[in-house]
């Protein structure tokens, strides 16, 4: 049985009807001849009042406990700057894009840092306020370099900015991952700031592959006081975090919510469909009515484009992070100013939020469930849909989407509370296992450590073949805590991909909640060969294009290298911040491995192989890594003692020895027997027979492991060195 949420004015409570015993709520009156002529909630005093109203939503377990104070706004024209003069603290749920949060934020009368996800939001925020008269700019914008701005600024530059006394209020734009940079000039003075976390629900989607940088967010946040800190977002989802979970939460509606008009496009070929329904559109309107596909794949983007007649292709753009930049190849743009940059403009999720459009264009939102980060979820596409602020709103808006059809049992086990047992029991042992190493570091080696590292990494769990996601993460105190965002996401991904896109109904009625859906139709496509044609031809070129991403980054390598000075780290770094997603992959391994490999074999294998999977480099590293081992390192000497030269081994023999010797050593396991067999090629030489009687076998001829190098590597992993530290496991 659902219980019904119960709703109690604020007049009820001002009056005495009702006696609220909520503490994280405030609420601050004046009448005048019986009438209320100023009220703050939550230290933000409200400009309008007689403008809105308020209703409770009180928690149906305990009444006298708040779930919300909704600020319901009558006038649909009016920003949150027309509303309050600063924002409230506590987790503001403002439930429409686009009404003003951070321009609040930014025009209040206090000293605010505001946190953004993304380097196109902040500074696209940053350059609403440069004065067009002067060119001045009271605002900065910390982080990486992006549109006009080449780099971070330094920390100088930061301590002249918080000295300008000039500038009354400070407003400092900061990219995530650059908040610690903040933080260090202006811990010891918290109390003079108030701090804005932006579009909080892309934390929850965003933290599985930037995990420690987000999380230090949090940690930050709650440095501040409880009455200068807010969390907002207009989509906000469920937090697992009970640290959120206590703060007040302030809902902002208006009085008259219009639902979104949306199509909706359900198809076994979404590539094709999408090119489809952009020829449709340009046949229906011509190129004056402008076209937007998000859409969070550069390949499949290329895909489409590539499925999209001559001449319609030279009117396209794609939107996407500087990372992917190589991929996007000519097709490439930044968003300059507030206008779509072409006439048909796919995005990536780096301008899913935060970004401003003035003009009109047709949305097209693509949901594709082939990739954990090509679904949309229903919030994400009110996101994407409120990047336009035209104040006639979108042409229209097409979903176009697939569903998965079969439900896995394996992805129900991630039930919330389950992981959070999971998650702290981790952190409970691993922290536990720290302290003890701590007590006996005379006593205990570091393989006792490194064991539990081990572990914590078997823990990781994937998502439909997702990059292996951390349910615990180390704070900014050094100690291990609960990845609460990435609990958030593994649990929303389930949502997504098991129950809204599991038939094609369910979008239909998550949707309905929100939206008016005036058109729904199915679009099946019998013969897939075309699109798969012109897939295959896609994903050569962009292999093209990332050979010569490649190239060109080991040419910077080399020129580095023949340099041969100290200040080679500080210019890898330098190299690692200006390259794409391909190159920075392959710096890394030239990185990791360029001590034990000489430069022009390493140089020249890894440009080999650019094109292999993760695992052949996997068992490359480790084939380095053996092989630069000193002889009298433990593991080696137990390795060459048990397979010696010319002996024979079936694959199972090897499984079983190997394990014997990886659970000394603090390694997990080998599963399967073939694995095995791929562990010991990376060590020695192999050679495969066939008996006639019991089988293939395998003779151990030598420990050069012909398959993985062939040349000398430096030993210089000495033997008091963790094994389990170096392998790639």
């Not at 997702?466 to 649990?491: C, E, M, Q, W």
Request: net charge positive; with cysteine; proline share 4%.
């Amino acid at each position: 049985m659902v219980t019904k949420r119960v709703f109690q004015s604020l007049s009820a409570i001002t009056l005495g009807r009702h006696k609220m015993n909520d503490p994280r709520y405030e609420f601050l009156t004046e009448e005048k001849n019986g009438e209320v002529v100023s009220c703050i909630v939550n230290n933000a005093e409200i400009k309008d009042v007689p403008g809105i109203d308020y209703e409770l939503s009180i928690n149906p377990d305990n009444p006298d406990k708040i779930d919300a104070l909704q600020i319901i706004i009558n006038d649909e024209s009016k920003k949150l700057g027309d509303v309050f003069m600063q924002l409230p603290y506590g987790v503001i749920k403002k439930n429409v894009p686009g009404i003003g949060a951070t321009t609040l934020a930014l025009r209040s009368p206090n000293n605010c840092i505001v946190v953004c996800p993304t380097k196109a939001l902040a500074y696209e925020k940053y350059l609403t306020g440069i004065d067009p008269q002067t060119g001045r700019n009271p605002y900065l914008y910390v982080g990486g370099g992006f549109g006009d701005i080449k780099q971070s600024p330094s920390s100088k530059a930061i301590n002249k900015y918080l000295s300008n006394k000039t500038i009354r209020y400070k407003k400092i734009l900061v990219v995530a991952d650059s908040l610690r940079k903040v933080m260090e000039k202006i811990e010891p003075r918290l109390r003079d700031w108030y701090i804005m976390v932006d579009e909080i629900d892309s934390y929850q989607s965003d933290s599985t592959y930037r995990n420690r940088a987000l999380g230090w967010v949090m940690d930050y946040f709650f440095k501040f006081p409880e009455r200068q800190r807010c969390l907002v977002s207009a989509t906000m989802r469920p937090f697992s975090n009970p640290e959120i979970l206590k703060m007040p939460v302030i809902e902002v509606n208006f009085r008259r919510l219009i639902k979104r008009k949306v199509k909706l496009l359900y198809t076994n070929d979404v590539h094709l469909t999408t090119a489809q329904t952009i020829i449709r559109l340009r046949d229906m309107y011509g190129s004056g009515h402008k076209i937007a596909v998000a859409y969070n794949r550069i390949s499949a983007i290329r895909a489409v484009i590539n499925l999209l007649p001559e001449e319609l292709r030279a009117e396209c753009a794609i939107l996407c992070s500087a990372q992917s930049q190589s991929e996007a190849g000519a097709y490439y743009a930044n968003l300059e100013g507030t206008c779509l940059p072409k006439p048909i403009t796919f995005i990536t999720c780096t301008y899913f939020v935060g970004v401003d459009i003035d003009e009109r264009f047709h949305l097209l939102s693509v949901s594709d469930i082939k990739q954990i980060y090509t679904i949309l979820s229903p919030e994400k596409m009110l996101q994407i849909a409120g990047r336009c602020r035209h104040p006639q709103g979108l042409y229209d808006e097409t979903i176009i989407y697939n569903s998965s059809s079969k439900l896995n049992e394996r992805y129900t086990v991630y039930n919330k509370n389950k992981l959070l047992c999971l998650a702290d029991e981790l952190c409970n042992m691993y922290n536990a296992t720290v302290k003890i190493y701590e007590n006996f570091n005379g006593v205990l080696t570091y393989s006792f450590l490194s064991s539990m590292q081990s572990l914590i990494r078997q823990s990781k769990q994937t998502f439909y073949g997702s990059t292996p996601v951390s349910l615990i993460r180390k704070s900014i105190h050094g100690n291990y805590v609960i990845s609460y965002f990435n609990i958030d996401a593994l649990v929303e991904f389930v949502r997504l991909r098991e129950a809204i896109y599991l038939i094609p109904d369910g979008l239909v009625e998550a949707l309905g909640k929100t939206c008016r859906i005036v058109d729904w139709k199915k679009m099946w496509h019998e013969n897939g060969e075309a699109t798969q044609k012109v897939v295959a031809a896609t994903n050569k070129d962009l292999k093209e294009l990332q050979y010569q991403s490649v190239d060109e980054v080991v040419e910077a390598i080399r020129e580095m290298h023949e340099q041969r000075t100290d200040c080679i780290p500080v210019s890898m770094e330098n190299l690692k911040r200006k390259c794409n997603r391909t190159q920075r992959g392959f710096v890394e391994r030239y990185e990791k491995l360029s001590q034990y490999v000489p430069f022009e074999n390493l140089v020249q294998r890894l440009s080999d192989m650019r094109d292999k999977s993760n695992a052949w480099y996997k068992w490359y590293h480790n084939a380095v890594i053996f092989n630069a081992l000193a002889e009298n390192h433990p593991f080696k000497q137990v390795i060459k003692a048990s397979f010696k030269p010319e002996t024979k081994w079936c694959s199972l023999d090897i499984q079983e020895h190997l394990n014997v010797i990886f659970e000394q050593m603090g390694m997990k396991p080998v599963k399967e027997e073939r694995e095995a067999v791929k562990w010991l090629k990376c060590l020695c030489t192999l050679q495969r027979n066939k008996d006639a009687v019991k089988g293939n076998y395998y003779i151990v001829k030598n420990y050069c492991s012909e398959k993985y190098l062939n040349c000398e590597i430096a030993q210089t992993i000495s033997m008091a060195t963790p094994i389990n530290e170096e392998f790639k496991l």
